[in-house]
């Protein structure tokens, strides 16, 4: 099963420093058909004008994954981590049994363009923890380049889940392939036009997944996309 879900009809939501998409309930938006995806709570495609930010706020027992798209993002915790996201840079952020953070536009006069994920983990109470890393567009071209797992990758960022993040560069006519380790699976269109198992998305659509062992992505122009295996 392969369902596509465009990008009009996700909730929006603009707040004059952030303008959001919502693709699952989350704040103010509450629908409880849309939960979430397997273990996948949270997936908020954000723009956070220059100057704005998330102030100092709490998380509890989830895997919260940043992606950054364009713009810097600046990264402060309660446990002494502090950083800036870059473009490609992935940063994990494991909550464990509790951490409080903070998350602004590095810049004052750009946006930045972030994706964050929520992954709900498989123990409770966890020692929480921060890493990030930059993966290049070269890592990612032409092919799916992971970058999060649940250690069983190497060269990922770890999570306490049994789940896989990919991201892919592929230029119109590219197709990549893939065979689905659990038995969801969720497609994100972040740039151009792509075909999910001969599906169409533009930017904007996710695919959700499920009970589909074998995912063939090709490109119908060229596309960047993130890729989540899921329990």
């Known amino acids: 099963m392969i369902n596509i879900i465009p990008s009009k009809d996700r909730y929006h939501a603009d707040f004059g420093w952030l303008a959001t998409n919502w693709h699952f309930s989350f704040g103010d938006y509450y629908d409880p058909k849309n939960m979430s995806w397997s273990r996948l ?14 102030g100092m706020h709490p998380h509890k027992n989830m895997e919260i994954v940043t992606y950054v798209l364009d713009g810097e993002l600046e990264h402060q915790d309660s446990v002494g981590n502090a950083g800036v996201i870059h473009p490609g840079e992935v940063q994990v952020m494991s909550a464990g049994r509790g951490i409080f953070h903070a998350e602004h536009n590095a810049t004052k006069d750009k946006p930045v363009h972030l994706l964050q994920l929520w992954i709900e983990p498989k ?9 990030q890393k930059q993966f290049t567009t070269e890592q990612r071209a032409g092919k799916l380049l992971p970058v999060v797992s649940s250690g069983n990758i190497p060269g990922t960022l770890a999570i306490d889940q049994d789940a896989s993040i990919y991201v892919s560069s592929l230029k119109s006519g590219e197709s990549v392939k893939h065979s689905v380790a659990g038995t969801h699976a969720y497609l994100f269109v972040t740039q151009g036009e792509a075909s999910l198992n001969g599906k169409k998305l533009s930017v904007g659509d996710q ?9 063939e992505i090709r490109a119908n122009s060229d596309a960047e996309l993130i890729l989540l295996d899921l329990p």
């Open 41 to 54: 709570r949270v997936f908020n495609d954000d723009v956070v004008q220059g100057g704005g930010g998330f």
């Open 123 to 131: 123990h409770q109470g966890n020692t929480p923890r921060w890493e």
């Open 207 to 215: 695919a959700r997944v499920a009970d589909e062992k074998s995912l």
